[in-house]
């Protein structure tokens, strides 16, 4: 049995997030909307990095994940 965290990201103000985006170098992200799993997984690099988002522009929570591998023989 695994428990792992799921990291996600949500937009609460486009246009001030994609200013932050673009200002610290980070408008590949950007298409015509921002993808919610790439977001997450920027956001969680992150916050490992010790550079969390602005919570007056994103929304990121970790959400613990748990999965059970069977072992067939």
């Known amino acids: ?3 792992i965290d799921r990291w ?8 001030k997030a994609f200013a932050w985006l673009r200002s610290t170098g980070n408008e590949g992200l950007i298409l015509e909307t921002v ?3 790439t977001l997450g997984a920027f956001a969680k690099g992150e ?5 969390p988002l602005p919570d007056d522009i ?4 970790a959400s ?8 067939r023989q």
């Not at 996600?8 to 246009?15: N, P």
């Open 64 to 71: 613990p994940y748990t999965s059970i591998t069977a072992i």
């Open 58 to 61: 994103f929304q990121v929570t």
């Open 47 to 51: 916050v490992i990095k010790g550079n």
């Open 8 to 15: 996600s990201a949500k937009i609460l103000d486009k246009v």
């Open 1 to 3: 049995m695994t428990v």
């Open 35 to 37: 993808n919610a799993q």
